[in-house]
């Protein structure tokens, strides 16, 4: 069986915790480990987590000594990971039963790919499920794919060995760090699109990636794409220049502009139909 590492950033986030831990527990696939770095919270996060974990040897929970934010942490998640596969889950979400045993499945059946996604469920603060988030999409990886508009997110799962091939996870990164992840482990493979939501992903005013700091995650993830642009030796991106240091998110995202246009994601959608 394949080896599975859930890998949990967490910062103040103990009272949704039981319900991630839960849903851990309730998993339908058997050989998995979770890693859990706590980042200096300030609530009872780790008194909570403590109490669910207890001495279950498929937890191991570190912590951070001072706050260091959700790049660093994430970064060192991976450290810790002993799994063939790895896939973050933010403790203030959860997982479905059976998303482990059909992510494992892709990757048994397919060794040619480097990563997976699938749908994700929106969820209420109570995580009582609301809508399938409509943003995910096939896509058709190239190079100059950015993901940008969003058309996955969550459940990200990747190997392992492909990960190590990468710069890995910037520690720097308050925001968009998944995005970075997901870019750079694309640069060295293909992946799998379940069509299934496999993800809880909870809405609360708390959130990392909502309310206040929607604005600096989009100013970080227009600096992660050019960041991408400069890694793959991009000069021109439709007949435009790609800048040679990032000044502003808006020059980003305009080199982009051509993607959100209807004609261009029914040659994508073309491409993958026809796995070109």
Not at 10 to 27: A, I, P, R, T
Not at 37 to 51: G, K, L, P, R
Not at 83 to 106: K, N, V
Not at 139 to 157: G, S, V
Request: overall charge positive.
């Amino acid at each position: 069986m394949i080896s599975f590492s859930v890998l949990i950033a967490n910062y103040n986030n103990g009272k949704y915790f039981k319900e991630c831990y839960n849903s851990l527990m309730d998993q339908t696939y058997g050989n998995w480990e979770v890693v859990i770095i706590d980042d200096a919270s300030t609530d009872d996060s780790v008194e909570i987590i403590q109490s669910l974990i207890k001495d279950n040897p498929r937890f191991k929970l570190y912590h951070n000594s001072t706050n260091q934010g959700c790049g660093f942490t994430k970064r060192e998640c991976i450290k810790y990971a002993e799994g063939e596969i790895c896939a973050f889950l933010d403790p203030d979400d959860a997982l479905y039963p059976q998303a482990l045993e059909l992510t494992a499945l892709e990757f048994y059946h397919r060794n040619d790919i480097v990563a997976t996604y699938s749908q994700m469920m929106l969820c209420n603060e109570y995580l009582n499920p609301d809508k399938i988030y409509p943003g995910t999409k096939q896509i058709y990886n190239n190079q100059f794919f950015f993901n940008c508009p969003i058309q996955f997110a969550h459940f990200f799962a990747f190997k392992k060995e492909v990960y190590w091939k990468t710069s890995g996870i910037n520690p720097k990164l308050k925001n968009a760090v998944d995005q970075d992840l997901y870019l750079k482990i694309l640069e060295h493979g293909d992946i799998r699109y379940i069509k299934e939501p496999l993800y809880l992903y909870r809405l609360h005013s708390n959130g990392i990636s909502q309310h206040n700091a929607k604005q600096s995650a989009k100013e970080s993830f227009a600096r992660v794409i050019h960041e991408a642009m400069k890694r793959r030796g991009l000069r021109k991106i439709n007949n435009k220049n790609v800048p040679e240091k990032f000044t502003d998110s808006k020059e980003i995202y305009e080199l982009l502009n051509y993607q959100t246009h209807k004609l261009h994601r029914l040659i994508n959608k073309i491409k993958v139909s026809l796995n070109i």
